[in-house]
């Protein structure tokens, strides 16, 4: 233990609590440490002080009128701490992001309300702005399935999954016979047709739920096939 | 030459022993490259299946006895076959048992099981038959080509998917069930009780989907008729299906 240890048990020790092991320890202590040993008789001191004297204090008079003066003061000082650290060619948004808010709960509930109020309004203007005149905004591209990633977007993505796992496939082809090479190839076009086939219609028609669906599940299966064939 | 002379029988009856001999010869080449095993395992009434296969059929039946019984043919004798007992039921997994092996060859799979059971089976190619199921789950799916034979289920839940194939389901759809099947290039028929009822999505790009005696004018046809949704009788079952360049046929028991 350190000389810091042994005078936070010094407390216990002037009070009379602690283990008669750890008095022993600490008197050891004492009879070698200067610092510790002057620490003690501090303590020692004010223990006695306040035994000696105990019920001699006068009672505060106005207790509510002497804590209003305390609270008074406290804030004159932070009134004054406060004006000194606003420098004198402040803006306007800097005395107000700077100032110390305090408010009622009558204040808090009414700006609480009057914030929902605006973002209410402001997301039914919008709402209302997207379904009149803002279809140009749905419109700049085929759209798949509930997601609003565009087709290109949506296609590019499975793209580079299928372009990975068609790596992966390739590479391992060499190795299956004949038979499996040919069976996965016609299968593979088989898929290939329904993505190109479903890919036309939605040229022609953009909001094609059919084909948007067609083409979704193709994609998928595609992935789907080429995973499963990756790891022969 | 004449036709009946000695030299002419002699020539026939030459060639009719080696003829037998190349037969016989072949035969014993044949059994001897294949492989038949037959496993038996106990089962309770409500059994799970799962059966994950490469190439080759599986043919799954149903039985009396509470066991099942996998008979497995098999082309390359040197394939693993390591079925596992679970708690549920079977599981047979030659994809992962015969991992990085070159070629496995097809695999042909009899199993039979009680009615009750749920059979879920998986193969790269080849065909699926399956018969009687009264259980919870059939699910029949070929990731390449194959047919896919469904007789006489009466199942919760029923999913049939393959790439190229024709898929055939006869059964009824319980009330609450979910059955989905699809098919990439085949036709699809549905052969059903006339009291059934569910709720239908049924899209073909070919615009072929025959609804036959379940057709009725509530039914919505949507782009152009490429695809069909509407309900059938009380509509509590779900039925998908979907085919990218064949038919769709429903038919009435």
Redesign the interface.
Known sequence: MNCEQYQELLSDLVDGFGSGEDRNRIESHLSGCVACAEVRDDFVAIAGYCHEHRGEYDAVPNERALWLRISNTIEAENAVRAKESVPSGASSWFRLMNRSWQLSFGQLAVAVAAIVLVVSIATVASMKQLYSGGSNVRTAGPTIGTNNISLDDRYRQQKQAIAYWKDRVELNKARWNPEMRDTFDRNMTVIDTALNDSMKQLTQNPHDPVSEDILNDALNDKVALLKEFADL | MKLFSSATRNWVKSFSVFLLLALTVGAAHLVAAQQKVSRHYPAGKNVRLELKNI?GTITVETWARDEIRVTATMDNRKVNFNPRQTDAGLVIDI?ADN?GK??VGDMNFKIELPARSSVDLET??GQITVSNIQGDLVRAHI???GDITLSGINAARVFATN??GDIYFDGEFSSGGTYEF?S??GNITLRLPANCGFRLVA?A?TKEIKMGPFWHPGMKL??EG??ITGDVGDGRASVTV?N??GTINFLRR
């Open positions: 190439a994809a991992r070159v070629d790269r190619s990731w390449t080509s790439t190229t699809k990439g290039k899209t790009p949507v782009s490429r695809r979907t990218y360049q």
